[in-house]
Nanobody
Framework: QVQLVESGGGLVQAGGSLRLSCAAS????????MGWFRQAPGKEREFVAS????????YYVDSVKGRFTISRNNAKNTVYLQMNSLKPEDTAVYFC??????????????WGQGTQVTVSS
């Protein structure tokens, strides 16, 4: 199992930006499809974005398209989520996830501990 550690969360005003990072423990990081999910208080965890093992394809939930960008650096075993034009409804705990199966939302089976993102209005 790959171990994942997120960082970069915090408090930001609406319209601001944050960049989340997720560092992976395995040398085989480049074999993993990577994703970001989030869970707001009282809500189920939802898919945010994913990226294939080589960075060739990315996927986003409609609510973040044009505002969030997922990217990866396989040499650094790290995946990123650049979040711009943040809205209060983006407030959630953000989780990094990994999969050897594919980049679809239901294929992720390794999870980080999460990082809190709070957007104030």
């Amino acid at each position: 199992q790959v171990q994942l550690v997120e960082s970069g969360g915090g408090l930001v005003q609406a319209g601001g930006s944050l960049r989340l990072s997720c560092a992976a423990s395995r040398r085989t990081f480049s074999s993993y499809h990577m994703g970001w999910f989030r869970q707001a208080p009282g809500k189920e965890r939802e898919f945010v974005a994913s990226i294939t093992w080589n960075g060739g394809n990315t996927y986003y939930v409609d609510s973040v398209k044009g505002r969030f960008t997922i990217s990866r650096n396989n040499a650094k075993n790290t995946v990123y989520l650049q979040m711009n034009s943040l809205k209060p409804e983006d407030t959630a705990v953000y989780f990094c996830a990994a999969s050897l199966l594919g980049a679809a939302a239901d294929q992720f089976n390794s999870w980080g501990q999460g990082t809190q993102v709070t957007v104030s209005s």
